[in-house]
C-alpha cells in the first residue's frame, strides 16, 4: 500500500499577516503536486532534489516509487510515496523556509493520507524535516515513532543539541517530557481520508527561553512546546 503525501508549506509573521489583505502574500513555498515535483511557489530554489547519498545530490526525483499521483490529492494531485530509502528527496530550505538569524517564525502544514501501522515500514519515518546538521540538533521534524503499536505521531522541535540534551541520552530512551516533543497517541491517520497537520513556530533565535512550537491536526490544537532557547544557527 502507497502512501500519498501532499505539501503546502506557509512561512509568516505570525503578527504581520493580520495586515495582510491576503494570506497568500505570506505565502514562500508551496508544492501542490498537482502537474510537477516541483513547488509551484518558492522564495529559493522550486526544484525537489535526491540526496543519491551522503555526498551526492541531484535536481529532481531519481526515486521509482516516488510519483505524482494525478487527482489522489485532497484538493488535485498527491505524491506517492512507496518504500523506505536513505535518498531522501528534499527541497533547498533557507530561502523557502524564511530562515533569520534573530526574532524567525512561521508555520507549515501537510495533508497526509495513510494508516502508519500498515503502510509504514518499521523504523522511524519523517514526513517533513528541517534541519542541516542531524534530526536531533537544531531540527524540527514530524515523525512516526519506530516500535509502538499503534504508531505515534510527534512533532520535535529540537534547538542545539546541548541544549536540550543535557546528559547525552538516546532519543527514544528519554521520557518525552525531557525531550523537546509533542507526542499524539490517539489515531488521527487514515487511509480513507486526508489528515492536515499543521505547526506553527515562533521566538526561535531570541536568545532567551521563550520559542514556542504548537502542532494542529485537522485544526484542533494538540499541544505547545515551550520552555527551550531555540537557537537555530
Partial sequence: MKTFFALACCILGLCGCEQNSS???AVLFHASFDESVNADTAAGDAAMHTAISRQESRPGN???DVALAA?????GGALSM???DRQYIYYEGYKNMGFKSA???GAYSLWLKLDPDEDLEPGYCDPF????????NEAMFLEFSKDHTPR???LAACPTLKEWNTTGGKWEE????DRPVIEVTDRPFSRDAWTHVVVTFENFNTGRPDGRARLYINGQPRGVINGWTQNYH
Fill in 71 to 75: 487527482g489522489a490529492g485532497r484538493f
Fill in 174 to 177: 528519554l521520557e518525552i517530557a
Fill in 129 to 136: 524535516q528541517v534541519t542541516d546538521k542531524t534530526p536531533q
Fill in 103 to 105: 526574532d524567525w517564525e
Fill in 62 to 64: 531519481h526515486r521509482a
Fill in 23 to 25: 494570506l497568500r502574500k
Fill in 82 to 84: 512507496g518504500k523506505k
Fill in 152 to 154: 505515534r505521531f510527534r
